[in-house]
Structure formats: C-alpha cells, structure tokens
C-alpha cells in the first residue's frame, strides 16, 4: 500500500495549483494564485486498497487574499476507473484523487463520527444524546455545491465545508439554536467535525438527520415552470400549480426566523449602513460585469429611497436562502445550509441582518426557476418570456402571503428595501454567472433591468 513518505509534499502542491480551480467548490475563481501550501496532512487511516489524508490548503491570491480549503484525498496504488474525473495531475506513478468521491473513504469519516475521538487535530464530535452507527455505507450527493455532501447508511447527511474559516462555523451554530426552539423546519444536528490549533477553532463539517423521502425546492418548482411552458393554461388551473407551495415555504421560513430571533435576539438599527454595504457591491461588481455601469445611476437612486426607510429589525437570518436551499418532505418544508453566502467573510455570515433578506433571496430564485429554462432557447418569444414572469409573480405573492400570516407583518410594505436586498441579489448572480457561466448571465440581468432600469441617452 501507498506510503505517506514517498507521496512528496511539494509535488501535491503542485498537481493542487491546477486542480482547485477546477472544483465548483473553489471560491477564488477570476483570481491568480500567488502561493499555494500544504498546512496540514493528516492521516485518517485506510481500508483494503485504499489510504486516505486530510489535507488542510492555505491559497493565497495575487494581492494578498488567503482562503484555507480541506481536501480529503484517497491514495491508492492503481488508477480506479471511476474515480478518475476526480484525479490529480500526477506523474508519481500513485492515485491521487478527491476521496469524498469514494465509497471506502466516507466509511472512514462515518466510523470517525460514530467513535466520537480524535484522529490527530481533527475532533469528531456528536451531539449528547446523538448516537451514530459504527459500519454505515456512504455515498456522495450528486449536485455540485460550495461544499461537499455525503449520505450515510441513507440516514445522515454529512457535509464537508471546503472553504474553511478560524471561528465558529454558522451553519452548525444556528442549527443549534434551531434545536433549542424545537423547531420543525431543519433537519436536526447529529455531530460535528473541528480541528483547532494555537487556541483557533475551526469547523470543518456537520452531520444532521437525512429527508430521505424528500424533493429540492429547485427541482419541484422548475417542473411547475416546465408543465406551464409546455401548455396554454395560466398557473392556477394546472395540478402542478406551485403557489400553494409556495405559500407553506412562506410560512415555514417565518416560523424558522421568529424562532431565530428568540433563541439569539434582536436589534433595531437604520437601514443606511446595509444599504451603503449594498451599493459598495453594486459599484464593485462593475470590473467583473461591465455591462452594470449603464443600470449604476437607477441602481443609487433605489438604494437612496431604501436608507430613507428609517428604522429596521435585525437579526440572525439564513444568509443565502434560495429553492436549492430547501427541502419538501411529504410533511412540510425544511430550511438547510445555513452558511450564508460563501463569497462573504465569516463576521460577515454572523451578522445581524434584516430577514427581508431572505425574502429577496427566495423571491429571486423564483425568477430564476421561471426563466431558467428559455435560457439559449431561440424560439422563446415575448409571450414565453410574459407567462414565465407570470410564474414568478404569482409564486413571490403566494410566498410573501405564507410569510405574513405567521410573522403577522408582510414583507412587502417594506418594498423599497426589499428592492435593494433583490438588486444586491441580482448583482451577486450576475458576478458568479459572469465567472462561472457566462451563458446564463442573461438571466439575472434581466432582472437587474427590472429593478435598476438603465439610463441611456
């Protein structure tokens, strides 16, 4: 098998400088790499054919910026022929690749988990009264995401943060603030994965229960949107109407939120210093997308009417709330990823917020479902484009109604804020799209458009 001391350091190193920004998960895309190294590697052990390490990445960009990623990777003596889209580049004659990709590796997070000890740095910890199965067989989730998700014996849900951050990670601290108020509408936290070094905390991943017999958000709602376009019928007269859904993720979002708010308080606070934060993004966004300085003038005007708004409530909120971010059960909703936007700092993600935010986040995925499939269709036509529109809209509606009747306010008399949290939105997918996938900058926009209109002489 493999030894650790003939796999050198600096040739990983190496094979990692072109293989990271490959990886959907990789956040420093557009930025040249200046340095990559290699912090730590650890050893988690193996299984017949197969060793797997822990490597924690320091990248630092042209320009000072250092994110720290975890790679887990699995070194085995002979290429396996499905693993080999997830390889490194290397000429040492070993198989190096990312080993959340294979089966034999997660079962050795999972026994990790299950014994709740210590391998090196690295703590496995479980909630009291949690207990996991010793012997679970895992499996890597499909969808490309800023993290890593494994199923576990079709029973937990474990995730890998790539990125990682020195503090406390919010996605496990509000789930455990969720688990306090009892709340229904997350899935409930099982365990957890830190490592800490010089009195530094960081966390690096977190078991929860899986919804098993669960559909994504995205996924409902775009088949909704493909039984409306494939047809001449308006929304309410299709059994795929999805504004009835919509209305319960309303509800369940406010309920998440007024449980937020009384497990970890409130703050009343002007709304000019998050509006200032918002055209400060706006104005930088024009390097990456240029074709935003013709909407900078209506996109100020807003901005201004929205730190006019006066006072407005804060609290902890999801961050980056979207249809991929939300699970349908045969019983109800459930909120998860509760990380907040992965472009932003750690403070920042903890940060008090008003949850208008999160409204604006749902109410621009439902944009996105609507048009997401006219994208580089040639023969969509005004009208197409007219009954998409007419999709989100009735959706946003019946979500801003199940969200007011269990908040007792509705977020739409607050509607220039909430404007200015869309726009922010919007400008955030038009960067990643233009980063990401050019094709489908189209889409938000679009929607910039709509709420910045552009001045031209």
């Not at 990777?73 to 040492?92: K, N, Q």
């Not at 249809?323 to 008090?352: N, Y």
């Not at 509606?397 to 007011?404: K, S």
Request: negative net charge.
């Amino acid at each position: 098998m493999t030894d650790k001391a003939n796999v050198d350091t600096e040739a990983l190193e190496q094979a990692l400088l072109s293989w990271l920004p490959q990886q959907r998960w990789f956040a420093a895309k557009g930025a040249a790499i200046a340095s990559l190294n290699i912090v730590a590697r650890v050893d988690l052990g193996s299984r017949p054919g197969v060793r797997v390490e822990h490597l924690l990445v320091d990248v630092e960009s042209v320009g000072g910026d250092v994110q720290q990623y975890q790679v887990p990777l699995g070194f085995r003596d002979a290429p396996a022929e499905d693993l080999m889209a997830w390889s490194l580049p290397l000429s040492t004659g070993q198989f190096v690749y990312d080993g959340l990709r294979d089966a034999e590796i997660i079962a050795l997070y999972s026994d990790a988990l299950a014994s709740a000890g210590s391998i090196g740095p690295i703590d496995f910890r479980t909630v009291p009264g949690a207990g996991i199965d010793i012997g679970m067989v895992g499996r890597v989730l499909g969808a490309e995401q800023s993290n890593t998700s494994v199923i576990l014996g079709e029973v937990l849900l474990l995730k890998l943060f790539r990125r990682i951050s020195t503090g406390i990670n919010p996605d496990i601290e509000l789930h455990r603030a969720l688990a306090k108020a009892d709340c229904t509408y997350v899935a409930p936290l099982r365990a957890w994965i830190e490592t800490g070094s010089d009195g530094e905390l960081s966390m690096l991943g977190m078991a929860q229960d899986f919804a098993a017999d669960s559909d994504e958000g995205w996924t409902t709602a775009l088949a909704s949107v493909r039984d409306l376009l494939a047809g001449d019928r308006v929304p309410e007269e299709m059994d795929s109407d999805f504004a009835p859904e919509a209305r319960e993720l309303g509800a369940a979002v406010a309920h998440v939120h007024a449980d937020l708010a009384r497990e970890l308080g409130t703050d009343e606070r002007d709304a000019s210093s998050t509006v200032a934060d918002i055209l400060g993004r706006v104005e930088g966004a024009v390097a990456v997308v240029p074709e935003l300085a013709e909407h900078l003038p209506a996109a100020r005007e807003l901005i201004a009417r929205a730190e006019a708004s006066g006072p407005t409530s804060m609290q902890r909120i999801h961050g980056d709330l979207h249809l991929g971010q939300v699970l349908r059960t045969p019983s109800t909703w459930l909120l998860i990823d509760f990380e907040g936007e992965p472009a932003k700092s750690l403070d920042e993600r903890r940060r008090m917020d008003s949850p208008l935010r999160d409204v604006a986040g749902m109410l621009r995925s439902f944009d996105y479902a609507a048009h997401h499939l006219l994208l580089g269709d040639a023969d969509a036509t005004d009208e197409t484009y007219a009954r998409a529109s007419a999709w989100a809209a009735r959706n946003s509606e019946a979500f801003c109604d199940g969200y007011a009747e269990v908040a007792g306010h509705d977020p739409r008399d607050h509607a220039t804020l909430l404007g200015a949290y869309e726009l922010d939105k919007a400008v955030y997918e038009a960067v990643y799209e233009a980063r990401n996938r050019p094709t489908w900058l189209d889409l938000p926009m679009r929607a910039v458009g709509r709420l910045a209109p552009p001045v031209r002489a």
